[in-house]
């Protein structure tokens, strides 16, 4: 498993590097600071190991104790508190206001079920 985190989060850097942020240790150095916008589309696990890598944490508390749910949007800024370090937080995570604009439900597949006796919801 940490060699395939591994060639995740080391794509993620060379996308970044190449938008002028590098990463160095758990920082990265802004060499090249943006208000540019990249958008990546990809599923729940490799969205929490994305998001475990930018803010240096283990991705297994993402991974059990959060839900996005398919088409969901999450929102991630840089801050330049200091000058030449950026740090990225989290404007919004699994956002679906846009399916309830719509009148769509978000879809229950990335959830388990809320009580064990539901026979039409996903268990363990």
């Given amino acids: 498993m940490r060699e395939e ?23 990265y150095r802004a060499e090249r600071p943006n208000r540019d916008t ?10 929490t190991v994305l998001l475990s890598h930018l803010l240096s944490v283990s991705p297994m508390p993402l991974l059990h ?6 088409s969901s949007v999450t929102t991630v800024v840089t801050e330049e508190r200091r000058q030449g370090i ?6 919004a995570f699994g956002d679906v206001s846009h399916l309830y604009i719509r009148g769509e439900p978000p879809a229950f597949s990335a959830r388990f ?12």
């Avoid at 990249?38 to 969205?47: K, N, Q, S, T, Y």
């Avoid at 950026?86 to 404007?91: D, L, N, P, V």
């Avoid at 064990?116 to 363990?124: P, Q, S």
């Fill in 86 to 91: 950026a740090s990225f937080r989290i404007g």
């Fill in 5 to 27: 985190y591994d060639r995740v989060t080391g794509a993620l850097d060379g996308l970044l590097a190449r938008w002028g942020y590098v990463r160095q240790g758990r920082l």
């Fill in 65 to 70: 104790g959060l839900c996005a749910a398919p």
């Fill in 38 to 47: 990249l958008a990546l589309f990809c599923h729940f696990g490799v969205e």
């Fill in 113 to 124: 079920c809320e009580t064990f006796d539901d026979e039409t919801e996903r268990h363990d």
